[in-house]
């Protein structure tokens, strides 16, 4: 079946710093990911979509400037997270839509997740 | 716009026993729908998808999931519960705009199995 992986699945970092999570669909092309951000015991919120080579579109609310996403190739999305605070610990999660599905799949395969903690 | 709502958030059953979980969407057209399961500290994975077709939907793991449109609900039942289907569970509608299709999750339901 469809494998997404992401890494790293933990990372821990200072307030202030940056990190890149990244997102590989491992057996198939991926035209569009998604990424989502979960907090503790809730549903996933989805950030922002993005697809192959061109800018991302962020929900309303989410800051692009501060979640910054590139979709360089058709099996690699990243999401960086510029100057991390605290409140931006959270678990996120990409998922993937196979190309070769066809739109009427529309069937979305998901990442483990990264669970970031900023200190 | 389109939503998907999970009216029990948590839900407790014993090993052995059935399971059915409730799900409700609000969507004009026929809605795209799909249930996923969250274990912990994982991503999500497919357990079943409706698009169009028979209601009733066979999944992985022995999940089934009936679509009714009467009712707007799709509702994922499994006859016989192990402790291993212990996890989050989220039900999921495709919502529908310019750009594409995205999904949009429900606020899922825990369960617990007892021993």
């Known amino acids: 079946g469809a494998v997404v992986s992401q890494h790293p699945s933990w990372v821990i970092c200072k307030s202030g710093t940056s990190v890149k999570i990244e997102c590989r669909s491992l057996?198939?092309?991926?035209?569009?990911m998604f990424w989502y951000r979960q907090f503790p015991k809730q549903s996933l919120m989805l950030m922002a979509t993005s697809n192959e080579g061109s800018k991302a579109t962020y929900e309303q609310g989410v800051e692009k400037d501060k979640f910054l996403i590139n979709h360089a190739s058709l099996t690699l999305s990243t999401l960086t997270v510029t100057s991390a605070h605290p409140e931006d610990s959270s678990f996120y999660i990409c998922?993937?839509?196979?190309?070769?599905?066809?739109?009427?799949?529309?069937?979305?395969?998901f990442g483990p997740g990264t669970r970031l903690t900023v200190l | 716009a389109q939503s998907v709502t999970q009216p029990d958030i948590h839900i407790t059953v014993s090993e052995g026993a059935s399971l059915e979980l409730r799900c409700n969407y609000s969507y004009g057209a026929t809605p795209y729908l799909f249930w996923y399961v969250q274990s912990p500290g994982q991503g999500l994975q497919l357990l079943l998808k409706y698009f169009s077709g028979d209601t009733l939907v066979q999944g992985i793991k022995g999940f089934e999931a009936e679509f009714k449109r009467s009712q707007s609900s799709f509702n994922l039942r499994k006859p016989s519960v192990h402790w291993s289907d212990a996890a989050e569970y989220f039900c999921?509608?495709?919502?529908?705009?310019?750009?594409?299709?995205?999904?949009?999750f429900g606020g899922g339901t825990r369960l617990m199995v007892k021993p």
């Open positions: 999921a509608v495709i919502r529908r705009y310019s750009a594409g299709n995205m999904l949009t």
């Open positions: 057996d198939f092309q991926a035209t569009t």
């Open positions: 998922s993937a839509r196979d190309r070769s599905a066809g739109p009427s799949t529309d069937t979305q395969y």
